[in-house]
């Protein structure tokens, strides 16, 4: 199995388990005289059953994570952790050009001269351009992200 199936896999098995935990959350209780919608036993041995799987898969997708290259990078571990920081770098960088250039704000002008003017505390073209720098990286670490995904191997 390549780690892109196993990480879609991943994804799948954490919908159902929010499905079932639902299901057994409306099951749970039920009124005297009354039939429960589903049967909560056999909902919570489904849970557990699926959370088992879970880890199992979980913990294949951390080892192969942290062997697996990629690139100049070091290994897959270590690309997500630049993709997460590129992330809220990028972010901030973007919150800060947005808040120096009054974005959301209702006072933008000035009704009359006897306003205080405001000003950028910070340069935002400057920040809009490292934060469209920014972008262009993450979207290049992610695509090598994706790709090491499709060609590596899950390991046992």
């Known amino acids: 199995m390549k780690l892109g199936e196993a990480l879609t896999e991943r994804a799948e098995a954490a919908r159902r388990v929010e499905q079932l935990r ?3 959350n409306g099951s749970a209780r039920y009124q005297e005289g009354e039939l429960p919608p589903e049967d909560a036993t056999v909902l919570m041995a489904e849970l557990d059953q699926v959370l088992d ?3 199992t ?10 062997t697996v290259p990629v690139d100049d990078l070091g290994t897959l571990t270590d690309a997500l952790a630049r993709r997460d920081v590129l992330r809220l770098r990028h972010a901030a960088i973007t919150a800060a050009a947005d808040a120096a250039a009054g974005s ?13 003017k405001m000003l950028a505390a910070l340069p935002v ?18 695509v090598r992200i994706q790709r090491t995904n499709w060609e590596a191997d899950l390991l046992d």
């Open 53 to 55: 799987n879970l880890e």
């Open 125 to 142: 073209a400057e920040l809009r351009e490292r934060a469209d720098g920014l972008a262009g990286q993450l979207r290049e670490l992610e």
């Open 22 to 24: 639902t299901r057994i």
């Open 104 to 116: 959301g704000r209702g006072h933008l002008a000035r009704q009359l001269r006897s306003e205080l």
């Open 57 to 66: 898969l979980i913990r294949r997708i951390n080892r192969t994570n942290a």
